[in-house]
Each structure stands twice: as structure tokens, then as C-alpha cells.
């Protein structure tokens, strides 16, 4: 028997919040460099398709592509998932 491990999208109202959250910081930060979107998905080393799943609430990243991202934009990990602005 083989077993596929296929993600879904967060299903629960705090995985919603964190996925509008890092959608609301990645979106920031993309306007804050000037970049596309493309560029922005290849500065966070995802696919083009992941990163529109992002901002649209329908991925399920692993925490490996959240410290990616969080190392990549130099935002700390609370901001990103808490979508708190720095001050």
C-alpha cells in the first residue's frame, strides 16, 4: 500500500489567521521592495503557483517554507504569522 502525503489547506480558524497573516506581511514586503509578484515568489524560494496559494489562504506551507521565507524577507517568524507590523 502507498501512502501519499498530500497538504490541504488550513482548516482550522487559527491556521486561517496565520495564513492571512503571512499573506499580509509577504504582500508588504513585496510593495515595500518594488518587486512582482514572481520576483517576490522566487526571493522567498517558492513556486509562482505556492506563492498565489499563499495569498489566496489555500496553502499549506511546512514550517521549513515559513523559516525560508521569514530568512529570505529578514522579517522575524511572530511578525510573519502574527502579521504585526514592526515598529
Do not use: H, W
Not at 523559516?67 to 507590523?85: H, K, M, W, Y
Amino acid at each position: 500500500m502507498t501512502m501519499t502525503s498530500k497538504r490541504k489547506k488550513a482548516d482550522t480558524e487559527l491556521g486561517t489567521r496565520i495564513l492571512r497573516n503571512m499573506a499580509r506581511v509577504i504582500e508588504r514586503e513585496r510593495e515595500r521592495r518594488g518587486l512582482n509578484k514572481k520576483e517576490m515568489a522566487e526571493l522567498c524560494e517558492v513556486t509562482y503557483p505556492f506563492y498565489f496559494q499563499i495569498l489566496d489562504g489555500k496553502a499549506n506551507p511546512s514550517l521549513q517554507t515559513i523559516t525560508r521565507i521569514c530568512v529570505n524577507l529578514d522579517v522575524p517568524f511572530q511578525e510573519l504569522v502574527s502579521g504585526a507590523a514592526p515598529l
